[in-house]
C-alpha cells in the first residue's frame, strides 16, 4: 500500500463564437460634451469582467484616458442586442463590436478636429485624450474641446454604432461539411498535471498543474489568470470530484443539498502555474481569440492520463472518484486484442449494453 | 430583540426564528449578506456578530437578541476601502462578486484575530468553508496574505501600464 | 498610456468588494407577490388531473398559472435557428422529467405560495422511465418523445454526420486500432446565485423584467414568443449576475414570473432554492463516446471513428447545437485525414442538460485526449511526439472542411513541455505551426491525396 506519483498532459482546441455563427453583437457609443465616453453594449458580464475589457478596448481604440470610459449593460432599452454571454463570444464578438463603433466615433472626432484645426483628418491622431498633428504634436485640440465644438457649435451628438456578426455557416448534413468557417477564432491550450494516488484509499491528489494558453491577446492578463485559476479549478472538479448523478445512468442519490454536492473547495487547490502565449488572430479586437469557456477542457483528461502514470490504470468514466480508481486498480483490465485491434472498455459500450447490440446507433449508412 | 448593525441600533420586528440573514435583507435592507444557499454550506451569508464570522443564514435572530453585526456594508466605504477590500479588488479575487461578501467578512475577521500576517494553510483554514465558483481560489488566497502585510496600494490610482509584447514567438502566425 | 495589455481591475470591482454591487436579489420593488411551482414528483408521467382552484381561493394567493395561461406554450430555446421546439413552459399532458414545473403561484409571502402550491389538486399516471442512453434505441426502450428517443432533424439525418477522406481505407491501412469508451458526467453548474427574477407590470403596459440572464436580448426574445408579444413592451435589465456558467441561458424564471405579474397585476419574485437550483435546473450533460482510431507503428493518425450519444435529459434545449459543435472539434487539435462521425442526441427521463462551459467539446476534449495516450501507448511511442508529429498546422483541413489560418497546438503543447522540463528529441523541438515541410509530409498523406481525388472526393 502506498502513494504513487504520476504526470499526464492533455493539448486542446476551442472555438471562439457560436457554432456556426449568425450570433450578433451590437453596440452604440456617445460623447458627453466634455469628450467623455458611454458605451452601450448589451454583453452580460457574469463575472469574466466583459465590462472591464470593453472599456479596455474602447479607451485604446479612440486614444482617450482609461477612466473617460463608461460602460453600461445593465437593459435592453438603451443597449442594442448582444446574443449572450456563452460560446467564448465576449471579448471576439461583443469586443469587436465596441471596437468598430470606436472607431467611427474616432473618425467623427477627426472630421470636427479638422475643421477646427484646419488639418486634413489623415493627417491627425489621438493619443491620451487629445488630436494631434501627426509630425507636429504642437498643433492639438482635446477631445474634450471636440466634443464640445460638436456639441454647441456644429450641432452634432458624437456617436458611433456597429454590429460584429459573422454570417451563419451552413452544414451539409449528410458529410459535415461547411463553405465557410463555422467559428469565429480557434484557441489552444495545453495542461501538464501531476497528481498523487493513494492505491489504498483510492484517492487522487492533485499537486500542480501548469497551464498554457493562446489567447491571441491578452486585452487583460490579469482576468486571463483569473480565468485560467478558475477553469482550472473546474476541470479539477470534472476529474475528480463532481457529479450530479452519482450513480449514472441511476438516478439515485442525487443530493439537493449544497454540502452533498463536491464542488472543488479551498482545500482542493494545487499549486497554478499559468503561462500565457499571444498567437494573435487576424479579426480579433487587438489580435484576441478568447479563453473563458475551454478553461476547464485540458484538466480532465490531464489528470487521467496522469492517474494511468502513477498506477498503470485507466479510468474513462468521469469523475475519477475513490471507487473508480479502486475498482479500476481491482481489475487491472487489460485491453483485448483481436487481430490489429487493440479494444478497451468493452464493458462500457453500446454493443454491450444495449438489448440488440446497439443496433440503432450503429447501423446508420455509411 | 435589538441589534446593532454597521453601527447602527434597530428594533427588530421579525419572528424570533427567523434567520438573522433574512432579517438583514428584508427588514433592515442590508443586501450585502447572500442567500447563496441557505444551508449553510457555501458562506457566502456570513457576517460578524460581535466579531465572530457566523453563518447569517443558520442563525436565529433570537439566538444574537442584542448583539453587535457587522456586514460588509460595516467594513469600508468605496472611497475607503478596508486593506481587505483593498486586497481583493487589486489582485481580482473577485469575478462575478457573490462570494465576495462572506469571503472578506472572513477573512476580516481572520486577520483581526492574528494580528498580523497570516499564513497560507491559515486562509484554506480559516476560509475552507467559503465555496467559490469562479476563481479558482488562488487570487484569494494571494488578497488574504497581502492584506495581512498591508501589501496593498491606494486603489484610486488605476495600474495603468504600457501594454506587454507576447511572451513568446510563435511561428506561423498570419499577424 | 494603453489600457490594452494593462493588468487593470474590474470595472465593477469596488461594487462588489464592498457589497455595493445590486444583483437581481437585491432589487427591493414594494408590494411584490413571491412565487412557488408545483413541479413533478415523477420522472414520467401523463397528467390526469389538474385542478387549481381550491389553492387559488386560499389567503393571500393572487395569480396562479398552467399551460391553459400562456399564449404559446410550447416555444424551444433554438427555434431561431430551425429547432422546432418540444419543450412546454408548463407541462400540459405529460411530465417527462422530475420537478417539471406544472404549475406557479404568486401569493404574499413565500410560506402562502408554498401553501398553495400544496394545495393544488393534481393526479398522475405513472409510466416507465428510460435513464440510460445506450438503450435508447433498444425495441423494448420507453418511449418519451413524439419524435421518439432522439432527436431527428439533422437534415433527413437523426443524428449528426461527418465525413471526411476515406475511413475504410485507413482502417485497412493502419497498423493498429485502437478503440476506446469514455463517459463524460453531468455536473451542476452551480453558481452561488441560484435562479432569481422580479418582473415589475409598469403603467405603460410594459413589464420591466430584472434578469439574471446571461444573454439579456435572448431572454426577451424567448419571453415575447412566449407571450406573443412585440419586444417594445418588454424591458430587461440586468448585465451584472451572480455566476452562470451556462446555466443561466435557459430562460428558467423570467416568463412564468412575467405571465404571473400580469395575472396577479403586482410586481412578482421568483429566487429558487438551492433545493431547485440542484435538482430542477438543468445541468451540464453526460455523454457516451466511443473512439476507434487507426493509426500507424510510426504514429500518424490515419482515421477515427466515432459514435458519440449526448443525453439530453427530457427536451431539446441546446442540444442539438452542443452536439454538432461537438462533431465539429472531435478531431481535436490534429489533423486526422480520414474521419467518420456520427453523433446522436439521446433524450432521457432526467432534468434537461444544457449548456455549460466548454458546451460540447469539454466531452470530446477528454475522449480524445485520454484516447491519444492510449494510442500512444499501443504502438509504444512518447505521448509527446504523438501529439506534436499529428498537430494542426497553418492550412491543415478540420474535420469539416475549414482551413485552419492560426493554429496553436504545436507552440502550446512545446511551451508546456518546457515549462515542466521535458526533453524531447531535436526534430519535435524545432516543430512550429508552419505548414509541414517535405521531409515530414507523410508518405499516407498523398497517397490518401490521391485517394480521395481518384474517388471524386472520398465521400
Redesign the interface.
Known amino acids: 500500500m502506498a502513494k504513487h506519483r504520476g504526470?499526464?498532459?492533455?493539448?486542446?482546441?476551442?472555438?471562439t463564437g457560436?457554432?456556426?455563427n449568425?450570433d450578433p453583437s451590437q453596440a452604440w457609443i456617445k460623447l458627453k460634451p466634455d469628450g467623455r465616453v458611454d458605451v452601450f453594449s448589451?454583453?452580460?458580464?457574469?463575472?469574466?469582467?466583459s465590462?472591464?475589457v470593453h472599456?479596455?478596448?474602447v479607451?485604446?481604440t479612440l486614444g482617450v484616458?482609461?477612466?473617460w470610459v463608461t460602460?453600461d449593460?445593465?437593459?435592453?432599452?438603451s443597449?442594442a442586442?448582444?446574443?449572450?454571454?456563452?460560446?467564448s463570444r465576449g471579448t471576439f464578438i461583443g469586443g469587436n463590436a465596441v471596437r468598430l463603433a470606436a472607431e467611427r466615433v474616432r473618425e467623427r472626432i477627426l472630421d470636427i478636429a479638422s475643421k477646427e484645426l484646419e488639418i486634413d483628418p489623415s493627417d491627425l491622431e489621438i493619443a491620451?485624450g487629445e488630436v494631434l498633428a501627426k509630425g507636429s504634436p504642437q498643433k492639438k485640440i482635446g477631445v474634450a474641446d471636440v466634443a464640445g465644438a460638436a456639441t454647441y457649435n456644429y450641432g452634432e451628438l458624437i456617436s458611433g454604432s456597429s454590429t460584429a456578426l459573422k454570417p451563419f455557416a451552413d452544414?451539409d448534413?449528410?458529410?459535415?461539411?461547411?463553405e465557410i468557417?463555422?467559428?469565429s477564432?480557434?484557441?489552444?491550450?495545453?495542461?501538464?498535471a501531476d497528481v498523487e494516488v493513494d492505491d489504498e484509499t483510492g484517492e487522487v491528489t492533485v499537486l500542480k498543474m501548469?497551464?498554457?494558453?493562446?489567447v491571441?491577446?491578452?486585452?487583460?492578463?490579469?482576468?486571463v489568470?483569473?480565468q485560467i485559476?478558475?477553469?482550472?479549478?473546474?476541470g479539477l472538479?470534472?476529474g475528480l470530484l463532481?457529479?450530479?448523478?452519482p450513480y449514472?445512468?441511476?438516478?439515485d442519490h442525487?443530493?439537493?443539498?449544497?454540502?452533498a454536492?463536491l464542488?472543488p473547495?479551498?482545500?482542493d487547490?494545487p499549486e497554478?502555474?499559468n503561462?500565457?502565449?499571444?498567437?494573435?488572430?487576424?479579426d480579433g479586437p487587438?489580435?484576441a481569440k478568447a479563453i473563458?469557456?475551454?478553461?476547464?477542457?485540458?484538466q480532465?483528461?490531464?489528470i487521467?492520463?496522469a492517474i494511468?502514470d502513477a498506477v498503470g490504470v485507466?479510468v474513462?468514466?468521469?469523475?475519477a472518484t475513490p471507487d473508480r480508481v479502486l475498482a479500476a486498480l481491482k481489475a487491472k483490465a487489460e485491453?483485448r486484442r483481436d487481430g490489429?485491434?487493440?479494444?478497451?472498455?468493452?464493458q462500457?459500450?453500446?454493443r454491450t449494453?444495449?438489448?440488440?447490440g446497439?443496433?440503432?446507433?450503429?447501423g446508420?449508412e455509411? | 430583540m435589538r441589534l446593532t448593525v454597521n453601527g447602527i441600533e434597530s428594533e427588530i420586528s421579525s419572528p424570533p426564528l427567523t434567520p438573522l440573514l433574512h432579517v438583514l435583507r428584508d427588514e433592515l435592507d442590508v443586501t450585502s449578506p447572500k442567500a447563496g444557499c441557505q444551508q449553510g454550506g457555501c458562506g457566502t451569508c456570513t457576517v460578524l456578530v460581535d466579531g465572530e464570522p457566523r453563518r447569517s443564514c443558520l442563525t436565529p435572530v433570537a439566538a444574537v437578541d442584542g448583539a453587535s453585526i457587522t456586514t460588509l456594508e460595516g467594513v469600508g466605504e468605496p472611497e475607503r476601502l478596508s486593506p481587505v477590500q483593498a486586497a481583493f479588488y487589486e489582485k481580482y479575487a473577485a469575478q462575478c462578486g457573490f462570494c465576495t461578501p462572506g469571503m472578506i467578512m472572513a477573512a476580516t475577521a481572520l486577520i483581526d484575530r492574528k494580528g498580523g500576517p497570516v499564513e497560507r494553510d491559515e486562509v484554506l483554514e480559516a476560509l475552507g468553508g467559503h465555496y467559490c465558483r469562479c476563481t479558482g481560489y488562488v487570487k484569494i488566497v494571494d488578497a488574504v496574505m497581502a492584506a495581512s502585510r498591508g501589501e496593498v496600494g491606494d486603489v484610486q490610482d488605476l495600474p495603468v501600464s504600457e501594454a506587454g509584447e507576447p511572451s513568446v514567438e510563435v511561428h506561423g502566425s498570419p499577424a | 498610456m494603453k489600457a490594452v495589455g494593462a493588468r487593470l481591475p474590474r470595472y465593477d470591482g469596488v461594487g462588489h468588494v464592498t457589497g455595493r454591487t445590486r444583483f437581481v436579489d437585491d432589487v427591493r420593488v414594494g408590494k411584490t407577490l413571491w412565487v412557488k411551482a408545483l413541479r413533478s414528483p415523477h420522472h414520467h408521467a401523463a397528467i390526469t388531473r389538474l385542478d387549481v382552484s381550491k389553492a387559488a381561493a386560499m389567503p393571500g394567493v393572487h395569480a396562479i398559472v398552467t399551460h391553459e395561461d400562456i399564449p404559446r406554450n410550447v416555444y424551444g430555446h433554438l427555434e431561431a435557428l430551425g429547432v422546432p421546439g418540444d419543450e412546454p413552459l408548463l407541462a400540459a399532458e405529460d411530465v417527462r422529467y422530475l420537478g417539471q414545473p406544472i404549475a406557479a403561484v404568486a401569493a404574499e409571502s413565500e410560506a402562502a405560495a408554498q401553501a398553495a402550491v400544496e394545495a393544488i389538486e393534481v393526479s398522475y399516471e405513472e409510466k416507465p422511465a428510460l435513464f440510460d442512453i445506450r438503450k435508447a434505441l433498444d425495441p423494448d426502450a420507453p418511449q418519451i418523445h413524439h419524435w421518439g428517443n432522439v432527436y431527428p432533424h439533422y437534415g433527413s439525418y437523426n443524428h449528426r454526420r461527418v465525413r471526411k477522406g476515406n475511413i475504410d481505407w485507413a482502417f485497412e491501412k493502419a497498423d493498429v486500432i485502437v478503440e476506446g469508451v469514455y463517459r463524460p458526467q453531468a455536473i451542476e453548474q452551480l453558481p452561488l446565485e441560484t435562479q432569481v427574477c422580479t418582473v415589475v407590470p409598469e403603467p405603460d403596459g410594459r413589464l420591466t423584467v430584472y434578469s439574471c440572464t446571461q444573454a439579456m436580448y435572448f431572454s426577451m426574445g424567448v419571453v415575447a414568443a412566449h407571450l406573443q408579444w412585440p419586444l417594445n413592451r418588454l424591458k430587461f435589465v440586468g448585465g451584472t449576475v451572480g455566476g452562470g456558467f451556462g446555466g443561466k441561458v435557459d430562460t428558467a424564471t423570467d416568463t412564468i414570473c412575467c405571465l404571473l405579474a400580469l395575472k396577479a397585476r403586482r410586481p412578482v419574485k421568483w429566487r429558487w432554492t438551492r433545493e431547485e437550483e440542484m435538482l430542477c435546473s438543468s445541468t451540464r450533460a453526460p455523454w457516451h463516446i466511443e473512439l476507434a482510431d487507426a493509426v500507424t507503428s510510426d504514429g500518424w493518425i490515419l482515421g477515427r471513428r466515432t459514435l458519440t450519444i449526448h443525453d439530453a435529459g427530457a427536451y431539446a434545449r441546446f442540444s442539438p447545437y452542443g452536439l454538432t459543435k461537438h462533431a465539429f472539434h472531435h478531431s481535436g487539435a490534429y489533423t486526422i485525414p480520414n474521419l467518420r462521425f456520427d453523433g446522436f442526441v439521446a433524450f432521457t427521463n432526467r432534468v434537461p442538460t444544457t449548456a455549460m462551459r466548454g458546451f460540447g467539446v469539454t466531452s470530446v476534449s477528454f475522449a480524445v485526449e485520454t484516447h491519444l495516450n492510449r494510442v500512444a501507448e499501443a504502438i509504444g511511442m512518447d505521448p509527446w511526439e504523438l501529439r506534436l508529429k499529428n498537430a494542426n498546422r497553418v492550412g491543415d483541413t478540420t474535420g469539416n472542411g475549414v482551413t485552419l489560418k492560426d493554429p496553436s497546438t504545436v507552440p502550446v503543447t512545446l511551451a508546456a513541455a518546457e515549462r515542466v522540463g521535458i526533453e524531447l528529441p531535436a526534430e519535435y523541438r524545432a516543430m512550429t505551426s508552419d505548414p509541414r515541410g517535405g521531409d515530414l509530409l507523410p508518405e499516407h498523406l498523398a497517397a490518401q491525396q490521391n485517394l480521395s481525388e481518384l474517388n471524386g472526393g472520398g465521400h
Open positions: 504526470r499526464g498532459f492533455a493539448t486542446i482546441e476551442y472555438p457560436m457554432n456556426q449568425g448589451g454583453t452580460v458580464d457574469i463575472g469574466q469582467g465590462k472591464t472599456t479596455q478596448i479607451a485604446d484616458p482609461y477612466d460602460m449593460n445593465t437593459n435592453t432599452d443597449s442586442v448582444c446574443t449572450g454571454t456563452f460560446a491620451d452544414v448534413d449528410a458529410t459535415g461539411q461547411v468557417e463555422p467559428h477564432a480557434i484557441s489552444y491550450a495545453a495542461c501538464v501548469v497551464q498554457v494558453y493562446d491571441g491577446r491578452a486585452i487583460n492578463p490579469l482576468l489568470e483569473g485559476e478558475g477553469g482550472a479549478i473546474m472538479g470534472l463532481e457529479n450530479s448523478y449514472y445512468p441511476s438516478v442525487r443530493g439537493g443539498e449544497f454540502g454536492y464542488g473547495a479551498f482545500a487547490l497554478l502555474d503561462v500565457i502565449i499571444e498567437n494573435p488572430s487576424a487587438f489580435g473563458g469557456e475551454m478553461a476547464n477542457n485540458a480532465p483528461p490531464a487521467a492520463n494511468h485507466w474513462t468514466e468521469m469523475p485491453p490489429k485491434r487493440v479494444i478497451f472498455d468493452e462500457l459500450s453500446v449494453v444495449s438489448s440488440n446497439g443496433e440503432g446507433y450503429w446508420v455509411p
